[in-house]
């Protein structure tokens, strides 16, 4: 009786374990030249079907990958783990993927987690395009997660992406960590981290260097903490553009704590377009940020309005409440630190300035600040509000 329980808990045991494989098993090549996306799709075909977690495993190597879909949507639930130990390759031709909405697309999954990689999309050819504005592409995203829950990325580099690197779209329960992202600063349409429709998400302990946003945060964010990153070259941290549509849902809830913008556009932003719109943003605490030679440090841009089209003469519909700036110090590379050009229809309300000191050539910054009201406290350099 003994042996066969010990025999029943030896087979419950195994059948619970995760079961690994290997893309090389599947006729995967490391040479950075021979086409691995059928391999890749086979491998997943695979673990789609196991009802056991289920670990991929990408060896040390380069992996020549077309778009690649991992759609859980008729798989068997159960976690699944991509452990990359070698790089993902996009084809040096921009045009094999540049029509794409992404390279590297994972979407109705509950429980992924993707540990390591480099994925190098090759993107450099596409700006270079781009520049010369002959008509391209424009670019896929080089990692997508969409309605997914329960998702964690730690350790992954993007590194010249074609359009945005990472995406989390409608997702739930999502954490960045050790993420490395590496674009040149004047590579177009670059964000680093785009997040929308999802809640708690949290992004720690991550450097993003590239040509747009290091982080830009879209409609229908909810819960979203970012902590201890890098940003430099690039835009800065940007709630919006919001109000691109009349009806839109909202951003709430974003702690934006203990960032280093170095070299950039901007600092931390909210821009909306200058027409009417039912979103808003509200709840926002930017705390404990230094500056380096920042153009914008501090920005809340209600009139975005790029190349005067479909909004001139309008004003934003947006309302922006309850927006905290915390031990906010450093250099400013434009006389003006803080600017919060607000909307004269719905004007910013509960803003927080406390303890901002921002110079400008070793003199106290400029504030250019209009439609905004709230209240100061601590050390304040400059005064606004």
Same mark, same amino acid.
């Given at each position: ?89 996009? %084809?040096?031709?921009?045009?094999? +993927? #540049? ?12 429980? &992924? $987690? =993707? ?117 430099? %070259?690039?835009?800065?941290?940007? +709630? #919006? ?12 809830? &974003? $702690? =934006? ?129």
């Amino acid at each position: 009786m003994a042996s066969l329980l010990v025999l029943f808990v030896f087979f419950f045991i195994s059948s619970c374990s995760a079961q690994s494989y290997n893309v090389l098993s599947f006729g995967a090549k490391p040479d950075g030249k021979t086409d691995a996306t059928k391999a890749f799709m086979a491998v997943w075909e695979t673990a789609c079907a196991s009802s056991r977690p289920v670990t991929i495993v990408v060896p040390k190597g380069r992996f020549l990958l077309r778009s690649l879909n991992f759609d859980g949507s008729k798989c068997k639930p159960k976690p699944v783990t991509f452990r990359i130990d070698g790089s993902l390759v996009a %084809p040096a031709d921009y045009r094999v +993927i #540049g029509n794409e909405d992404y390279w590297i697309f994972f979407q109705h999954l509950d429980g &992924v $987690t =993707v540990y390591g990689g480099v994925f190098d999309a090759q993107g450099t050819s596409l700006w270079d395009c781009k520049k010369s504005g002959k008509n391209c592409p424009s670019g896929a995203t080089t990692i997508g997660f969409q309605s997914s829950s329960n998702v964690v990325v730690s350790g992954l580099t993007s590194l010249n992406s074609q359009m945005f690197h990472v995406v989390i779209n409608g997702c739930n329960n999502v954490k960045l960590q050790g993420v490395k992202v590496l674009a040149a600063g004047d590579s177009p349409n670059t964000d680093g981290i785009h997040v929308q429709s999802s809640s708690t998400v949290s992004i720690f302990n991550t450097k993003i260097s590239t040509g747009d946003d290091c982080v830009s945060i879209g409609p229908g964010t909810n819960g979203l903490w970012i902590e201890n990153v890098a940003c430099g %070259p690039g835009h800065g941290i940007s +709630i #919006g553009s919001l109000g691109k549509d009349s009806v839109e849902e909202g951003v709430q809830n &974003v $702690t =934006v704590k203990t960032v280093t913008f170095t070299g950039t556009d901007n600092g931390v932003r909210i821009k909306s377009w200058a027409r009417p719109s039912s979103g808003f943003a509200r709840d926002i605490r930017f705390q404990h940020c230094v500056m380096n030679n920042v153009g914008n440090p501090i920005l809340i841009d209600q009139n975005y309005c790029p190349r005067n089209e479909n909004c001139p003469r309008q004003v934003s519909g947006i309302k922006i409440s309850d927006v905290l700036f915390v031990d906010i110090h450093g250099t400013s590379a434009t006389e003006v630190g803080v600017k919060l050009d607000c909307s004269p229809k719905k004007p910013c309300t509960g803003i927080r300035l406390e303890d901002v000191k921002l110079t400008y050539r070793n003199k106290p910054a400029a504030s250019a600040c209009v439609h905004a009201g709230g209240i100061e406290a601590g050390f304040l350099q400059p005064n606004c509000l």
